[in-house]
């Protein structure tokens, strides 16, 4: 209780913590800055090219839209805002930001169909090309974006990034850094398109829910072994001392588990139980027809 009661009081000073000032830590570094400004630039344009075009469908195109603001907002408070440098600082802080990258982020920028939308960003000739390209990589798509090949893949890459060996080597290399913010989002928005837009109807609800369920088993079981561990997991924060908070760094990682364990998996418990309660309506209906 101790260290949550310091991550909401202490927050905005841990915010500060890198450079020890504000305009230091609201710098966005490049390899994250520049592909956000590339997508909503992409984004805006194709927006704008189908707006112009759409006689109807303006409803769907404007809830779109905003779905994918939202998303791009959250996944831009994540890896350029205070937060990501509070996380060079703060293993807490740096979970909340991973949290926030694979399940609100991913989810709503799924949720938002920015396929068609950004595609209408390039010429004639190259939307050609790409639909060829995604054409040709149907079939791999199809078996990657199975439900249960994506809840494994985002497991996989949920416990290999968080073993000390490669997180110790993210924390110390940009690359490495990058390349584990970029698998967190690409198998986050693998497994939530998989879920919200995989195989309709009964089936596909029953086994939504099934694999959400399992996922917050997967990420909680890793979640609470941060939190029970008496000892900090990762040289790299240990070697900080204390955090900006206050927190010792075995405080911290617990504080981190309990961020993945609880808040984690409620959020997947309640996408599982929405798609459980579209599973119990799929059911009624044959028993409806049945009836009469």
């Known amino acids: 209780m101790r260290a949550l009661a310091l991550l909401f009081l202490l927050l905005p000073s841990a915010a500060l913590a890198h450079g020890g000032a504000a305009h230091d830590a609201w710098r966005p570094e490049p390899w994250a800055a520049v592909p956000l400004l590339l997508l909503a630039g992409l984004y805006a344009l194709g927006f ?54 694979m399940l609100p982020a991913a989810l709503l920028l799924v949720l938002a169909r920015p396929g068609p939308v950004l595609l209408w960003a390039f010429p004639a000739g190259g939307r050609q090309a790409l639909a060829g390209a995604a054409r040709g990589a149907g079939p791999l798509w199809d078996l990657l974006s199975l439900p249960v090949a994506a809840t494994l893949l985002q497991s996989a890459a949920m416990w290999i990034w968080h073993m000390p060996p490669l997180f110790d080597r993210a924390l110390r290399g940009e690359g490495w850094h990058v390349a584990q913010h970029l698998s967190f989002l690409l198998t986050a928005l693998l497994f939530w398109w998989a879920m919200a837009h995989g195989r309709a109807g009964r089936q596909g609800y029953g086994l939504a829910a099934f694999c959400l369920f399992v996922t917050s088993l997967v990420g909680g079981a890793l979640g609470a072994l941060m939190a029970f561990s008496t000892s900090p997991w990762y040289s790299g924060y240990a070697a900080l001392g204390m955090t900006p908070m206050g927190l010792s760094p075995a405080e911290d990682q617990q504080l981190a588990g309990l961020v993945m364990w609880i808040p984690g998996g409620v959020f997947h418990a309640a996408a599982a139980l929405w798609f459980l309660y579209q599973w119990l309506k799929a059911s009624e209906v044959p028993h409806a027809v049945a009836a009469h």
């Open 48 to 101: 704008a090219r189908l707006w112009r075009r759409a006689e109807q469908g303006r409803g769907a195109l404007r809830r779109g839209a905003l779905l994918f603001a939202a998303g791009w907002s959250v996944l831009a408070g994540s890896v350029a805002s205070p937060l990501h440098q509070a996380g060079e600082h703060s293993f807490t802080l740096h979970m909340i930001e991973h949290e926030l990258i």
